[in-house]
Nanobody, 117 residues
Framework: QVQLVESGGGLVQPGGSLRLSCAAS????????MGWYRQAPGKQRELVTT???????NYADSVKGRFTISRDNTQNTVYLQMNSLKPEDTAVYFC???????????WGQGTQVTVSS
């Protein structure tokens, strides 16, 4: 049973920081592309950032320069460091794992991030 378990969400003031973690029970974790998505109330789920097998990263324009994704293949964990948080970052954040051969796509249960004063 594949599981992606997110943690680290919470309530933070504007300008603050949070670090999300996603622990994955995936065999061959290093071969998966990992990502973070978010979904705000009444909105569609959107891509935040991804990190490939080789460590290449991709960010949504709205988070560039503020968020950093990283992965630890020895711990089967991916992280999202979020700095300079804004109220518009408020959402449920989901961890995602994509394997290519065979095609696989897994999601975590999500963790709530609320940015408010």
């Amino acid at each position: 049973q594949v599981q992606l378990v997110e943690s680290g969400g919470g309530l933070v003031q504007p300008g603050g920081s949070l670090r999300l973690s996603c622990a994955a029970s995936l065999r061959g974790f290093s071969f998966y592309s990992m990502g973070w998505y978010r979904q705000a109330p009444g909105k569609q789920r959107e891509l935040v950032t991804t990190i490939g097998r080789g460590g290449n990263t991709n960010y949504a324009d709205s988070v560039k320069g503020r968020f950093t994704i990283s992965r630890d293949n020895t711990q089967n964990t991916v992280y999202l460091q979020m700095n300079s948080l804004k109220p518009e970052d408020t959402a449920v954040y989901f961890c995602n794992a994509v394997g290519l051969v065979p095609a696989q796509n897994y999601w975590g249960q999500g963790t709530q991030v609320t940015v408010s004063s």
